[in-house]
């Protein structure tokens, strides 16, 4: 009977602490100059480039594209499983350029877009673009970038926000006016995908069948 109470007590702790403490935390950091960065649909005057140190600089009309599966090897996040939760962390800086020749501090759509392009590349999807500094009304526009010139941190529960998946992140700073953008700039820095996982049910029953194999042997 000893050793039944013991095992009983130590399957009931281990099963506690588990479930209660033990989520998985995997963190996901973004290396601009070693992710794999498209241009998606930007014209032949806009560009974007890494600097040294790990800065992703967008200028004018340029939107660029990070693919999950070909930086990460992750196919997708997957929005709608309850046992999972993303969260998107990221430093944005906006810089109106010199030649800037409108009275507007900012570009027309400073942000990040969530894409999905499970059924093909789309050019743009409001619904699932967060708008940080844009003059444009266009996207989310719940957090706003407020410390111009200087670096801003945000940080976003993805699961608040969207159901679905995401394939791709794509960073923007979209300036396409018909007077030119006069060398308006988007800058991030610092960007991470946090990814928060519970135990799943079959690691609960694997880990107490095995606890009470443990009592068994020690009973022989």
Sequence with gaps: MKFSIKAAALVTTFLA????NADVISTYDIDFATADLEAHQQNSSSTYDVYTNGVLNLRENAW????????FGISELDLDNGATSYNFTFDI??????RNPNPNPFTEIAGVWFADFTSGEQSHDASRTFNLAGTQNFG????????????ETFSINLDDYFSGVITDIVFINDCDLNAGCGDMKTRFRNASITEVSEPGAMSLILLGMGLMGWRARRQK
């Design 140 to 151: 989310i526009q719940d957090l706003v970038y407020t410390n111009a010139p200087r670096w």
């Design 64 to 71: 660029v594209t990070l693919n999950l599966f070909d930086t």
């Design 93 to 98: 800086r906006v810089l109106p350029g010199v």
């Design 17 to 20: 602490a588990f479930s209660s």
